[in-house]
């Protein structure tokens, strides 16, 4: 993918975010990897619903900014670490989403409540420690948590979503979004009952195998 086109992407991913409120305001950012050693990310202080293509900054993993006229997100230190060490996460999304902030406020994880979350996350979503944002022990705090994990929920702050392509990054967040709202709701009639594990086990590894079109390309329309 040549970086014009993976810039359209990033600003379309941060336009679709905001439609389905998972960003609102300033807040929030996305990356992707490009090439080796390489990321091009959202700068800091920008609506993602008013992004341009030449806005996005490409950056190395080092923290050093190749191309690009603004700051980038001050959760660059968290995108490049992530990059660092998980050579399967091809993109990343950091969203500010109603029910799972609520969750990450309180402190709760999200458990798998449905077939659809475990079929394409399969796992818990686990909450960070509260580390001031920005910092490098913010972002080795992400990571530890994250671990190989597709999601985390970041306490009193956020959720961290990852994936091999910035539709399967939106497309997790989007699910914990779901899930968060989902888990809420259940408690709220008297209790949340989680799936199994031996069935999350079985519905992720089914997804993996057979679900979606060659390579597990999602149609989304970016």
Known sequence: MSEQELRRK????????????????????????????????????????????????????????????????????????????????????HTHSYYAIALAVAGQEIPVLTSEFASAVGHNVPVTRYVTSGTREFAEEVVRTLGEGKAVLLRNHGVVAVGDSLEDAFQTALLVEDEARTFILASSLGYAKPLDLNEVKKLREAYLKSYGQEKRRLNLRL
């Open 10 to 93: 990033i600003v379309a991913v941060g336009k679709k975010a905001f439609d389905y409120k998972l960003l609102s305001g300033t807040w929030g950012n996305i990356s992707a990897r490009f090439g080796k050693g390489r990321m091009l990310i959202t700068p800091s202080g920008f609506e993602k619903a008013a992004l341009k293509p030449s806005d996005i900054i490409l950056m190395d993993l080092e923290g050093n900014i190749l191309k690009g006229k603004w700051k980038p997100s001050s959760e660059m230190p968290m995108h490049s670490l992530i990059y660092k060490t998980r050579e399967d996460v091809n993109a990343i999304i």
